[in-house]
């Protein structure tokens, strides 16, 4: 027979849909700030080339291209260059497995940190199709300036930064000027 009350039993068992284990910690920011120091110098010395994410997407979209019209596709400078760039198919360069990649780790790093939910994170003001139409927003606003730019966030601002490109410094100098210029906005959505 058994000393502990019912109540306290069902209140020590896992309740439906609720965490098994509370979440890890996340990493100190500065050693992860290192830890993709060493990664990009990684990617230097083993690939022969920076980190980035934008061109892995214009890949894909240069293959959808080369799919659905073909003649165009050859005949248009801009995705002939991606299609004659990978290892016999527009989909076998650095870029799109570095981007697999990325989607993967995060995955199995979240699973194993125990952070892995279907929530959209949003403040008390801003609806859940509010939030994601920010994010939708936002998203499309950085893919136009990753394309304006000549590189995404990652490109310019770690790859384009680490070899002191004067172009990637001021790219990362705007976005921080128009992160502060929109945070008040979006201060609010969370408030």
Same mark, same amino acid.
């Given at each position: 027979?058994?000393?502990?009350?019912?109540?306290?039993?069902?209140?020590?068992?896992?309740?439906?849909?609720?965490?098994?284990?509370?979440?890890?910690?996340?990493?100190?920011?500065?050693?992860?700030?290192?830890?993709?120091?060493?990664?990009?110098?990684?990617?230097?010395?083993?690939?022969?080339?920076?980190?980035?994410?934008?061109?892995?997407?214009?890949?894909?979209?240069?293959?959808?291209?080369?799919?659905?019209?073909?003649?165009?596709?050859?005949?248009?400078?801009?995705?002939?260059?991606?299609?004659?760039?990978? *290892?016999?198919?527009?989909?076998?360069?650095?870029?799109?497995?570095?981007? *697999?990649?990325?989607?993967?780790?995060?995955?199995?790093?979240?699973?194993?940190?125990?952070?892995?939910?279907?929530?959209?994170?949003?403040?008390?003001?801003?609806?859940?199709?509010?939030? *994601?139409?920010?994010?939708?927003?936002?998203?499309?606003?950085?893919?136009?300036?990753?394309?304006?730019?000549?590189?995404?966030?990652?490109?310019?601002?770690?790859?384009?930064?680490?070899?002191?490109?004067?172009?990637?410094?001021?790219?990362?100098?705007?976005?921080?000027?128009?992160?502060?210029?929109?945070?008040?906005?979006?201060?609010?959505?969370?408030?």
């Amino acid at each position: 027979m058994s000393t502990v009350p019912d109540a306290a039993v069902a209140a020590a068992r896992p309740q439906p849909g609720a965490p098994a284990r509370a979440a890890a910690p996340y990493m100190n920011p500065y050693l992860g700030g290192i830890g993709l120091g060493f990664v990009l110098l990684a990617a230097y010395v083993v690939m022969g080339r920076g980190l980035g994410a934008s061109g892995a997407v214009t890949s894909f979209v240069a293959w959808v291209v080369s799919l659905v019209a073909p003649g165009h596709a050859s005949a248009n400078q801009f995705f002939a260059e991606y299609l004659e760039g990978g *290892l016999g198919h527009p989909l076998k360069t650095w870029l799109v497995f570095e981007v *697999l990649g990325v989607l993967a780790g995060g995955f199995i790093s979240g699973a194993l940190a125990h952070r892995l939910s279907r929530t959209v994170e949003k403040g008390p003001r801003i609806s859940v199709a509010g939030r *994601l139409g920010f994010a939708f927003a936002g998203g499309a606003l950085m893919g136009i300036g990753a394309k304006l730019a000549r590189g995404c966030t990652s490109g310019q601002a770690l790859s384009g930064g680490a070899v002191l490109n004067a172009g990637s410094w001021a790219f990362m100098m705007m976005v921080f000027a128009g992160a502060y210029a929109l945070a008040g906005l979006m201060r609010r959505q969370w408030r």
